[in-house]
């Protein structure tokens, strides 16, 4: 085996991060395993199933029921062990990123993150908030690398078979010390931006809560939701269940209009695939110009009134 | 409750960035330097954990060249009780293991029951340090923590997960949190603070001298990113910027 991808269960089904990783795997080329862990690894490497995979590992066990960095970490390090993979690929996701460094230090094995793209100096990733690119390197003889939403696409997985193969773990009860409460979601909302069209979204550069109106009312002469950056919600002045980045929603509408958005990382990575960006700022420096189709730099608080009016003739 | 808040040196927000010559990494001559955002959070929940305690210790540790003594004076004056600096000679290290490991080196004979740490650094945005460094000293770790609830000789927490999902979680001290960003507000320092901090103690270690493990892996260049996006930059006079978004809209993009 050259390559392992740990998969994530999102809620039953394949993370699409899990997915974009095993493109990605397959991408640096050499045979590639797929490790799926806990109650619904079964059916997670059922769903890679008709993919080009030397194998794909299932773990069950009573202690893996529910994720614990405890557990999963001692899982891939067990793996690690046994296959001696070279690379360890995984998608950049709140749970690989609470639990993968665990097992970069159990191994020492360096952890680069959060990558966007290969190139010939090495893995490409975002530093001084997406301000700059660097790229990155290790000269160990494994490595565990972790991929940014859409850093590739899914839809490039290379079709062909695979074999599904029990792998046994040894976990104790004292391996696991943290005991976890079944998730939940707050303020669920009745907005589906995940499947919204258009989406007007409204981040720090509208200055004060009394200004989020604009947002809305800017929505509203287009048809479009309202979706908002984390300071925004944080600030309380959007509720949280229209924020859009790595804490919120995953959203690619036709239009994504933003509306004194910086384009911190964070965010950007809840946007970037959406189909066409319109994003005004006062800041010309602003990240989430280079990702726009239409960058417009001048006062969110002077130009949304006018185009509303210019809209609405 | 003794308690260590691990705090950065980053540049700030609106800090120019120039590339340096060797495109290493930047030139920090005119570079503004604050404390990494998410770390102040991390700051404040352990001087919030303390106060509800109402006894402990806060001990703000930081590692970098002799520019980060600002950020540890400034986690004194905000009610920190004691620094450690890990002093090095290069400007940043960009290597996590290695961070950890000195980090461990100086933190595991101090017995902390808690370790917190911010989400990801502004500058590298590594985000590995504290589940690393919990790794190493054989204790739990948990990321993304938004509230947190001391329970005798353990830990609550509430975790966020992905999508507006979140999860209580519970482990036994001594531990090692990072936190999310947003939990609490940041307080800022007092007169009495600012004054009361210069006598406060900062403790000087060398970084070389702690750990002697090769670098694993290496920021080896930074370039400014090219995007294959065609951006059509509209600026100046508003009027004009507004009819051709209308445009834009109605015609391009084709939603009106």
């Known amino acids: 085996m050259n390559i392992l991808v740990v998969l994530?269960?999102?809620?039953?089904?394949l993370h699409r991060l899990s997915r974009e990783a095993v493109a990605?795997?397959?991408?640096?080329?050499?045979?590639?395993?797929?490790?799926?862990?806990g109650k619904n690894a079964g059916s997670l490497a059922s769903e890679l199933s008709s993919y080009e995979l030397e194998e794909i590992l299932t773990v069950e066990h009573d202690l893996l029921s529910s994720y614990s960095a405890d557990g999963y970490s001692e899982v891939v390090t067990q793996v690690i062990q046994s296959k001696?993979?070279?690379?360890?690929?995984?998608?950049?996701?709140?749970?690989?990123?609470?639990?993968?460094?665990?097992?970069?230090?159990?191994?020492?094995?360096p952890f680069i993150p959060d990558i966007i793209s290969l190139s010939d100096e090495g893995f490409v990733k975002q530093v001084l908030n997406a301000k700059l690119n660097a790229s990155v390197s290790s000269e160990s003889d494994q490595i565990i690398l972790s991929f940014q939403s859409a850093a590739f696409n899914d839809e490039e997985m290379i079709t062909g078979s695979s074999a599904i193969?029990?792998?046994?773990?040894?976990?104790?009860?004292?391996?696991v010390r943290s005991t976890s409460e079944e998730p939940f979601q707050e303020a669920a909302g009745d907005v589906d931006l995940e499947n919204a069209e258009l989406l007007v979204s409204v981040g720090r550069g509208i200055e004060k809560e009394e200004n989020v109106h604009l947002a809305f009312d800017l929505a509203e002469v287009i048809g479009a939701e309202v979706s908002a950056s984390r300071p925004v919600v944080d600030s309380g002045w959007v509720d949280s269940f229209r924020q859009v980045g790595s804490s919120g929603h995953n959203v690619a509408p036709k239009l994504y209009f933003s509306l004194g958005v910086s384009g911190a990382i964070q965010h950007v990575v809840g946007m970037k695939g959406s189909k066409n960006i319109i994003a005004i700022n006062k800041d010309p420096e602003a990240p989430i110009f280079e990702l726009s189709d239409y960058a417009i730099v001048g006062d969110v608080l002077e130009i949304v009134p006018k185009l509303i009016e210019a809209l609405k003739n | 409750m003794k308690i260590a808040v691990l705090v950065k040196q980053v540049p700030g927000s609106e800090s120019v960035l120039p590339i340096n010559e060797g495109q290493s990494w930047i030139?920090?001559?005119?570079?503004?330097?604050?404390m990494n955002p998410p770390d102040n959070f991390a700051l404040e929940e352990?001087?919030?954990?303390?106060?509800?305690?109402?006894?402990?210790?806060?001990?703000?540790?930081?590692?970098?060249?002799?520019?980060?003594?600002?950020v540890i004076r400034e986690g004194l004056a905000k009610g920190g009780d004691r620094g450690i600096h890990i002093e090095e000679d290069e400007p940043i290290e960009t290597d996590p293991l290695v961070i950890a490991k000195r980090f461990?080196?100086?933190?595991?004979?101090?017995?902390?029951?808690?370790v917190l740490t911010g989400l990801q650094s502004d500058d590298t945005g590594m985000g590995q340090t504290g589940v690393l460094l919990g790794e190493i000293l054989g204790m739990p770790t948990a990321t993304l923590a938004i509230e947190t609830d001391i329970q005798g000789e353990s830990i609550r927490l509430k975790r966020e997960l992905e999508s507006g999902w979140f999860q209580w979680v519970q482990f036994p001290l001594p531990a090692s949190v990072s936190i999310q960003s947003g939990l609490n507000t940041p307080r800022y320092p007092s007169l009495k603070g600012i004054m009361g901090a210069k006598k406060k103690e900062i403790k000087t270690v060398l970084g070389s001298e702690l750990d002697a493990s090769s670098r694993s892996q290496s920021i080896d260049k930074v370039f400014v990113s090219q995007t294959s996006k065609q951006t059509e930059v509209i600026d100046g006079d508003v009027d004009v910027a507004v009819q051709r978004i209308a445009e834009i809209l109605r015609s391009e993009i084709k939603v009106v």
């Open chain 1, 8 to 13: 994530e269960d999102n809620q039953g089904s």
């Open chain 1, 24 to 37: 990605g795997a397959q991408k640096l080329g050499g045979s590639v395993t797929a490790l799926a862990i």
């Open chain 1, 84 to 109: 001696s993979p070279k690379t360890i690929v995984v998608g950049h996701t709140y749970q690989t990123r609470d639990f993968m460094p665990r097992v970069s230090a159990k191994l020492d094995i």
């Open chain 1, 165 to 175: 193969t029990p792998f046994d773990v040894e976990l104790d009860v004292s391996s």
């Open chain 2, 27 to 34: 030139n920090e001559d005119p570079v503004t330097f604050v």
């Open chain 2, 46 to 70: 352990a001087l919030l954990i303390k106060e509800r305690k109402g006894e402990g210790e806060v001990v703000v540790v930081s590692m970098g060249p002799n520019r980060v003594q600002k």
């Open chain 2, 104 to 114: 461990a080196a100086v933190l595991k004979d101090e017995n902390f029951d808690l």
